[in-house]
C-alpha cells in the first residue's frame, strides 16, 4: 500500500492522480489528509483516506499503518516543520513504512550562511533523520517550481515589469506537476531505494530571459528590474506582504544570484521519461490568452 501526505495539496493531489492515471490499483492507496472534510474529494476518486496531523505523532503512527512506501510530501509551516518531519520519520519507523520518498530541497550550502537556510535547514535534518532511521529511502531534491514564477511576478507584472533581486543569477525550475509525476514514477517503479535524485528543468534561466519571454507574450517590452534586496523587502511589506514571506522571496532571489540553485546533475529527464516542461512553455500557457 502506497500513502501519500499532503494529499489534498498541489503536489499530493497531482502525485495521486498521476498513480490512478498510470493504472495503479486505487484500492492500494491511501491519501493522508488532515481531517475527514478535507479528504471528501479523494474519497470520491475510491483512495483510501487516512487522517493524521505532522503535529500529532499518535495520529501519524495510525494513518501509517500497512503503509509500505510513503511519498512524504514536505510541510508548510515554515515555523515547525522541522519536528513535524521528524515526527512523521519516527511514526513511519514505528508503523514498519519500508521506503520512504521525502520531497526535499535543492541547494549547495548548507550552513547558517545560506540565504534559505530558514527553509533549507528543515530539509537537512528530515533528510539526516530518514537515512539514519534504516528505511530505505529516495530524496528528490526539488528545485524551485516554475509555479513559483507566477508568485513573484505579481498580478501586475506586464504594467509593472518584472522586480526581483535576483541579478544575472541562473537557476533550473521545473513545473510542479513533472516533480509529481516523478514522485509518482518513483512509487510504482523499481530500483530507487537510497537513491538522492536532482529534480530540474533542463535549461537553466534567468529573471532577464523570464522578462524577454514575458515581452513575447505580451508584444512588448517588459523590463526586468532587480532592486536591491532592502528595497525588495520594503517594496513587498510596504504592499502588504507579511515580512517571512518578504524575507523568503528575498532569499530565494539571493540563492539563485549565488548559484545554489544550479545542480551539477539533473535525473529529472530520466526519471520522467521525456523532458519536462520549459519556463517558455509554462508562462505561455499561463499567460497567452488562448
Ligand atoms: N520547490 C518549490 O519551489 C516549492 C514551492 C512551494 C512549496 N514547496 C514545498 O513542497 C510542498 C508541497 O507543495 P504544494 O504546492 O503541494 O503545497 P500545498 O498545496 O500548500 O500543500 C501542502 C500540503 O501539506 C499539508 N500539510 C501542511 N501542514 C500539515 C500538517 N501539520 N499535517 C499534515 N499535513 C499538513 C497541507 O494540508 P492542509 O490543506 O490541511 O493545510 C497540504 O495538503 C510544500 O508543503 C513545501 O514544503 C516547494
Redesign the pocket.
Known amino acids: 500500500m502506497i500513502l501519500v ?10 502525485a495521486i492522480n498521476f498513480l490512478i492515471e498510470k493504472g495503479y490499483n486505487k484500492a492500494d492507496i491511501a491519501a ?4 475527514e472534510e ?1 479528504g471528501q474529494e479523494l474519497k470520491a476518486k475510491g483512495i483510501n483516506i487516512r487522517i ?5 505523532y499518535d495520529s501519524l503512527v495510525a494513518a501509517f499503518q500497512g503503509i509500505d512506501k510513503l511519498l512524504l ?5 515554515l515555523q ?2 522541522t519536528q ?1 518531519q521528524l515526527n512523521a520519520v519516527k511514526a513511519a519507523k514505528q508503523a514498519g513504512v519500508k521506503h520512504i520518498i521525502y ?1 526535499s ?2 541547494r549547495k550550502n548548507e550552513t547558517d550562511s545560506s540565504p534559505i537556510a530558514m527553509l533549507g535547514s528543515s530539509h537537512v535534518q528530515t533528510e539526516v533523520a530518514i537515512k539514519q532511521s534504516g528505511i530505505a529511502y529516495t530524496i528528490l531534491r ?4 516554475l ?2 514564477l507566477p508568485m513573484v511576478l505579481g498580478e501586475k507584472v506586464f504594467e509593472t515589469g518584472v522586480f526581483y533581486p535576483a541579478g544575472n543569477g541562473r537557476f533550473t ?1 521545473a513545473a ?1 506537476t513533472d ?1 509529481a509525476e516523478i514522485a509518482a514514477n518513483i512509487l510504482t517503479g523499481k530500483g530507487h531505494e537510497n537513491k538522492d535524485y536532482y529534480i530540474s528543468g533542463t535549461e537553466s534561466i534567468s529573471f532577464a530571459e523570464v522578462a524577454a519571454e514575458l515581452s513575447t507574450i505580451a508584444g512588448k517590452e517588459i523590463a526586468y528590474i532587480s532592486p536591491d534586496t532592502t528595497t525588495y523587502i520594503g517594496a513587498l511589506t510596504g504592499a502588504g506582504v507579511p515580512e517571512i514571506y518578504a524575507g523568503l522571496f528575498a532569499g530565494f532571489a539571493q540563492a539563485i544570484e549565488q548559484g545554489e540553485l544550479l545542480p551539477a546533475t539533473n535525473d529529472t529527464e530520466k526519471l520522467l521519461g521525456r523532458k519536462p516542461e520549459t519556463m517558455k512553455e509554462y508562462l505561455t500557457k499561463l499567460y497567452s490568452k488562448n
Not at 52 to 56: E, F, R, T
Not at 142 to 145: Q, R
Open positions: 501526505t499532503g494529499a489534498n495539496g498541489h503536489f499530493g493531489s497531482a493522508m489528509v488532515r481531517s478535507k493524521g496531523d505532522y503535529d500529532n510530501v514536505s510541510g508548510t509551516d515547525n516543520r513535524q520531497t530541497f535543492e526539488n528545485n524551485l517550481y509555479d513559483f525550475p510542479r516533480m
